[in-house]
């Protein structure tokens, strides 16, 4: 299994960092009354997303991550658990990461899902 690299950070940047439950449930309208609502699936993926910070060798570091180990983020990886001890595994969410200048570094933004 692919590890998110020790070299980089571990942990997003409190401002902006964000997780939550995946959503398993299918909603089915009724002709009358309140709609039905069941489980679905019982193994859903987590979204979870923040920025970090990384210094100009570190973003590079993450792009060849990113392009040459994940396979342009398409392979799933272990990284550190946020609100836990541990690791999860995640993969690249819908959206790529972007980053933007940030002081002496950049700021990195991550969209990932916490794999069942």
Request: aromatic content about 12%; cysteine-free.
């Amino acid at each position: 299994m692919i590890a998110w690299p020790s070299t980089l950070p571990q942990t997003f940047m409190s401002d902006g960092y964000q997780s939550g439950e995946g959503d398993g449930r299918i909603r089915s309208t009724t002709d009358s009354g309140i709609a039905k609502l069941r489980r679905r699936f019982s193994a859903v993926a987590r979204p979870l997303s923040g920025s970090m910070f990384m210094t100009d060798m570190q973003l590079a570091a993450f792009r060849t991550f990113f392009e040459e180990t994940t396979g342009g983020g398409s392979l799933p990886f272990t990284f550190p658990a946020q609100d836990e001890a541990g690791t999860w595994t995640v993969q690249f969410g819908q959206n790529v990461p972007s980053w933007g200048r940030m002081a002496l570094g950049w700021s990195v933004k991550l969209e990932l899902v916490v794999l069942p």
